[in-house]
């Protein structure tokens, strides 16, 4: 079984300053890990993900992730926010070595960007 | 090119009505994913298919939940006799194949009174 865990519901940042948005996750295989993140109104967009190549991640619009198998987690930075970035963040979790790589998503982080 | 489409993206319906959500996959994709998210929450797995196959519908909340894809590219999402609890956006995806980057649509908000 996998599952995934957020570990703040919200985060408010101002602009300028770092992003911090925490995940832990567990998986009974070797797990392929993603970010996503959704816009009010709008559809999922994947930020990055983590397939067992470099455990450094970098993905759109600056983010980067770093995989830590021995902590189990997989935190989602970005080193300045912008406005833009105000959204709600979700980890994801899919089992390669499970059929079908069903996602299980995290209860989402939403990010408040402050002026 | 074209994304995940879904319709209708909205849906007003009443408790105990039969509703049908539309799903039209990124060309070409093989693999399709149904899943659900309630408010406040991350979405979760519903079904999964494989070209016309259901290969996993260990999702599916129960008997009043069901979901085709006859010929391999649509894919309609069906739910008999509505409760309110099933009011929530249900979100379809795409992916080339199995194992690889899903692709996700705008999702349907179904309301139910």
């Known amino acids: 079984a996998q599952s995934v865990t957020q570990l703040d519901s919200h985060v408010s940042v101002s602009e300028g300053t770092p992003v911090l948005l925490r995940c832990n996750y567990s998986?009974?295989?070797?797990?392929?890990l993603f970010w996503y993140v959704q816009h009010p109104n709008k559809g999922l967009q994947l930020l990055l993900k983590?397939?067992?190549?470099?455990?450094l991640v970098k993905g759109i619009n600056g983010f980067e992730a770093e995989f830590k198998k021995s902590e189990t987690s997989f935190h989602l930075t970005k080193p300045s926010a912008h406005m833009s970035d105000a959204a709600e963040y979700f980890c994801?979790?899919?089992?390669?070595?499970?059929?079908?790589?069903?996602?299980?998503f995290g209860g989402g982080t939403r990010v408040l960007v402050k002026p | 090119g074209a994304g995940v489409s879904q319709t209708p993206s909205n849906k007003v319906t009443e408790k105990g009505k039969y509703v049908e959500l539309r799903c039209d996959p990124i060309?070409?994709?093989?693999?399709l994913y149904w899943y659900r998210q309630s408010l406040g929450q991350g979405p979760e797995f519903l079904i999964y298919?494989?070209?016309?196959?259901?290969?996993?519908d260990s999702g599916l909340p129960n008997d009043r939940f069901f979901a085709v894809r006859p010929e391999g590219s649509v894919s309609t999402l069906k739910i008999q006799r509505t409760e309110r609890g099933d009011s929530a956006v249900y979100l379809c995806?795409?992916?080339?194949?199995?194992?690889?980057?899903?692709?996700f649509g705008p999702g349907t908000r179904l309301l139910v009174l």
């Open positions: 983590y397939t067992s190549a470099a455990t």
């Open positions: 060309s070409g994709h093989t693999a």
């Open positions: 998986s009974s295989y070797s797990p392929s």
């Open positions: 995806a795409s992916s080339p194949g199995t194992g690889e980057t899903q692709y």
């Open positions: 298919f494989q070209g016309t196959g259901a290969a996993d």
């Open positions: 994801v979790v899919s089992d390669r070595g499970a059929a079908g790589n069903k996602l299980t």
